[in-house]
């Protein structure tokens, strides 16, 4: 079975196993170069991989563990399962209150190991938010939810990140329209303060952030909405006057475009698509998500379940390795 590790131990949790978690996951470690830094293993269901393995003709064993404590430095898929899952009970590709299930079990039990400081990161394939919600998690959106759950956590937050562009975001699972009654001088401190710090913690030394505006133009001086006035702008105030550095609004139709030129570190993003869209369209294969606030590290692939693709052997699992490469980054404070 191989020595006792000394590289990070990371858990990668499987996802929704109608999905393509699977599927990139096997793919991923079948590639020698993700064992280099780090010892991952998985948190999931090893008939799953199997059957993913089979239908990609991975090359790699799977081997299944009973604890974390059985985990050795190898070059192979361990996997920890929580719950016996029965792979006949679901149809690759649709909603399923089964899979729903497994994949809060799955990462229920990775965020206890690292409450337990028994591993030093976790890494998540995607999850289906109506599977979850058909299962009964009626409070848990997404796995950001379930960590401000599970940490208790007073403030978290997403930040996207892709080479030459890094996005945090003021909101994420709100409807639009809460979204802009979200935009309020006192949580845009908190948030850029909680951006700031996490950048620092996985080692950007002297992050510069740009917040961008909400409105077009960035409000044209009030004609176009007032939020900028009354609302982002006191914010960047504020929040140099407490030593950051900070600059904005500026139009959202130009700060990503600055940032991916070199002039910020990050951008605060006002709502969702504000961010997700910048992002993706910079390069959306190899784009991961983080989250701020939590006492350990988080990262993921920044794609869905793609139940329209799952089980054909399309998926694309550069995200995971990029997930992965960036977990080991920010566990060592090396994040560039």
């Keep these: 079975m191989g020595g006792r590790m000394r590289k990070p131990l990371l858990a990668v949790t499987m996802g929704d196993p109608a999905g393509v978690g699977a599927e990139i996951v096997v793919k991923t470690f079948a590639n020698p170069k993700v064992y280099e830094l780090a010892q991952p293993f998985v948190i999931g269901s090893a008939k799953c991989l199997e059957r993913a393995a089979r239908q990609t003709e991975a090359h790699v064993s799977i081997e299944r563990v009973d604890s974390v404590t059985d985990v050795k430095y190898m070059k192979c898929i361990q996997v920890l399962e929580p719950i016996d899952l029965d792979i006949l009970s679901f149809t690759i590709g649709e909603i399923s209150p089964e899979c729903g299930h497994a994949a809060v079990q799955y990462f229920e039990a990775a965020v206890r190991l690292c409450q337990a400081e028994a591993i030093q990161g976790v890494v998540t394939c995607p999850i289906n938010k109506e599977a979850v919600h058909a299962a009964g998690y009626h409070g848990d959106i997404g796995h950001q939810e379930i960590l401000a759950r599970m940490t208790q956590a007073e403030l978290t937050a997403t930040m996207l990140m892709t080479e030459g562009l890094k996005v945090a975001h003021l909101s994420t699972h709100k409807s639009l329209a809460e979204a802009v009654e979200y935009v309020k001088t006192p949580i845009l401190i908190e948030k850029i303060k909680l951006t700031v710090d996490s950048l620092k913690l996985w ?112 998926a694309d699992a550069n995200g995971l390795e990029k997930a992965l490469e960036a977990a080991i980054a920010m566990i060592d404070g090396s994040l560039e």
């Design 203 to 314: 080692g950007v030394k002297s992050p510069c952030i740009a917040v961008a505006a909400l409105n077009p133009h960035g409000g044209e001086g009030g004609m176009l909405g007032r939020e900028e006035i009354e609302e982002i702008t006191p914010a960047v105030t504020t929040a140099r006057e407490m030593g950051m550095d900070v600059v904005g609004p500026y139009p959202a139709d130009s700060v990503f475009y600055r940032a991916t030129s070199g002039e910020f570190d990050a951008v605060l993003a006002l709502y969702h698509d504000q961010g997700h869209i910048a992002i993706k369209m910079h390069n959306f294969s190899e784009s991961i998500t983080a989250t701020m606030g939590i006492p350990f590290v988080r990262t993921s692939v920044d794609h869905g379940t793609a139940f329209d693709i799952a089980g054909k052997n399309i």
